[in-house]
T-cell receptor, first 112, second 111 residues
Framework: DAKTTQPPSMDCAEGRAANLPCNHS???????VYWYRQIHSQGPQYIIH???NNETNEMASLIITEDRKSSTLILPHATLRDTAVYYC?????????????FGAGTILRVKS | DVKVTQSSRYLVKRTGEKVFLECVQD?????MFWYRQDPGLGLRLIYF???????EKGDIPEGYSVSREKKERFSLILESASTNQTSMYLC??????????FGPGTRLTVT
């Protein structure tokens, strides 16, 4: 699986967009970009995934560069409840039993 | 919404005790997983199951066993708890190839 690099922490003002970057320069053609987050003392929560096109759902948007070597997760209007550790994961389609490997992630602090 | 529940949020056990951690999902998912999460080590897969009565070892199965007698329930068993099994235990389930849904976790302390 491709290795990912994320900043260790970021701050964001409440109500503003939070843009979380992820570098994955060794990504291969059949690997997807997944984003999960983990709020303190809770289990990880799936946010979004993409292959090469930009994706949007009710939680966030995922922007993947044309060369696929980096991506950005966008939370359009961050709230205090979005304070969490955000994990960018690059791997192939999850066939049965394939595990998720979480790196250190980015601690996002949303401040009022 | 998918719901994955775990039997306890916090558990304290003594060394040598047999410990059962239960996980139940309500979305008819085929795949279920047990992970443990430790500071600095991230999430590590202990066991997974892709069908009733089927199980596969993950990366760190030693000291653990699992049971899946019904599709909705996946149990993790610590045969003889040790202090190095003090950890946060996370159960997850999945039916698709893209996302796993996690339970709230059980923080186990072995003294």
């Amino acid at each position: 699986d491709a290795k990912t690099t994320q900043p260790p922490s970021m701050d964001c003002a409440e109500g503003r967009a939070a843009n979380l970057p992820c570098n994955h320069s060794t990504i291969s053609g059949n690997e997807y970009v997944y984003w999960y987050r983990q709020i303190h003392s809770q289990g990880p929560q799936y946010i979004i995934h993409g292959l090469k096109n930009n994706e949007t759902n009710e939680m966030a948007s995922l922007i993947i560069t044309e060369d696929r070597k980096s991506s950005t997760l966008i939370l359009p209007h961050a709230t205090l409840r979005d304070t969490a550790v955000y994990y960018c994961i690059v791997r192939t389609r999850l066939e049965y039993g394939n595990k998720l490997v979480f790196g250190a992630g980015t601690i996002l602090r949303v401040k009022s | 919404d998918v719901k994955v529940t775990q039997s306890s949020r916090y558990l304290v056990k003594r060394t040598g005790e047999k410990v059962f951690l239960e996980c139940v999902q309500d979305m008819d998912h085929e795949n279920m997983f047990w992970y443990r999460q430790d500071p600095g080590l991230g999430l590590r897969l202990i066991y997974f199951s892709y069908d009733v009565k089927m199980k596969e070892k993950g990366d760190i199965p030693e000291g653990y066993s699992v049971s899946r007698e019904k599709k909705e329930r996946f149990s993790l068993i610590l045969e003889s708890a040790s202090t190095n099994q003090t950890s946060m235990y996370l159960c997850a389930s999945s039916s698709s190839s893209y996302e796993q849904y996690f339970g709230p976790g059980t923080r186990l302390t072995v003294t």
